[in-house]
Structure formats: C-alpha cells, structure tokens
C-alpha cells in the first residue's frame, strides 16, 4: 500500500481495494458488465452529484461528497498503473497522487472546521435544514457509490477505453461539484480548491480526449463538460 493511502486509512477516510482474483488490477467486487452494457463514459456519468442548498452545513457536506467522489478517481486510476500504454499510467499515477493530496487536506480541514461533525461522512436529509447539523444522516452505501462514479469493473481487454472515458465522465463531476461550491459556498479555502479542481480537471479532460483520438476515438460526448471549463 502506498504511504499516503495508508495515512489516509488510518484516518477513517479511505478504504483499501478489496482485491478480485485471477486480475491483479480487479481491486474491487462489481457486477461485470455484460456484453451489450452502456459505454464507461454513459455507465460513470448516471450520477448526481448535488450536495443539497448553501448553508451553515454546505461546506462539511460539500467536502464528505468531494472526498468520496476522489476516492473514486483512485480506485478507477488503479486499474491502469502498469497498463503499459504510452503515457495512460503516468497520467493515472498522477490523477492518484493529486486527488489523494486533496483527500489528506479536506480531511484536515473537516476536523478543524467542524471537530463536532460526526466520523462518518454526511448528507442532508431529505427536507432537512442545511443549517443544523441535526439534520444531517450518514452518507448511505447507494450516496457512496454514487459519489465514487465507479461504473462496473473493467477486464484486462477493456480497460484502456474503460478508464480514459470513464475518467473523462468522472472529471466531469468533480467540475459539476466544483462549479457548485463557487456557487454556494462563502469559504475561501474551498472556493480556492474548487477553482484548483477546475483548472487541474479541465486540462486532464483534453489529455483523456488526445490519447482517445489515438484509439480511433472521437465522441461528442468527450466535449459535454466544455461549459465548465471557466469559473
């Protein structure tokens, strides 16, 4: 395990993969996707990522969400480290190294900010009060998933399409929830790293979309999150 996924073990806000066997890169159980199944971008991109309206409790729901949704990136960029492609595990490695760098920080600023908070991460419950942290619920497993976008697993065969799509969809959310914060939140620390999140995101979406075209592939669906490339 990497140094800093440990760290972020211990903290309570990451999860080691769960290995699959008989593929060294098949870290997680999910149902495999049969043949006829959507793309990665459609399977990664069928997710909400609204954190609920501004509030005294917005931050702490935007970082819980914000957290769970890198975790996903990690688990997604681990599927390809030693793909052996051109530049795909490089950029993969540097997808996990950022985003868990953000991880450790949100992390640290959640304690801070909110020591109160319970350990768990939080969604506002439906008709809740963004203002009372009384109205917050545990982050259910269906929110998590959501959050993480995994999609379904990739095999050997497939998962050089599976990750340059899928992550272009998955940046795409972080961009949705970035945009949201510049929105709703008045926090100077998250603002900063939700325009951080803007200006990374964006140029890896055009890097996702390069090596794409390398692959034959072109897709109006790689532009759907042009829009939000400016904050």
Known sequence: MRPLAASLLLAGIWTAPVLAQGDPHQHHHHHQAAPAAA???QAHASHSHDVGPSGATYDLRWLDAMVQHHTGALRMSEFVFNIGHPGVGALANGIWREQAREIKAM??????WYPEAPVYPVALRPGG???SMGSLERMGAAQIQAMQMMGSTPTKANRLVW???GMIAHHGGALQMAHDALNKSGNTTVRRLAREIIVAQRAEIIELRR???????IKPEYSQYDALFGF
């Open 39 to 41: 793309s990665p971008s």
């Open 107 to 112: 992390a640290q600023w959640r304690k801070a």
């Open 129 to 131: 009060d963004p203002n």
């Open 163 to 165: 990750f340059l799509e």
């Open 211 to 217: 090596m794409l075209r390398l692959e034959g592939l």
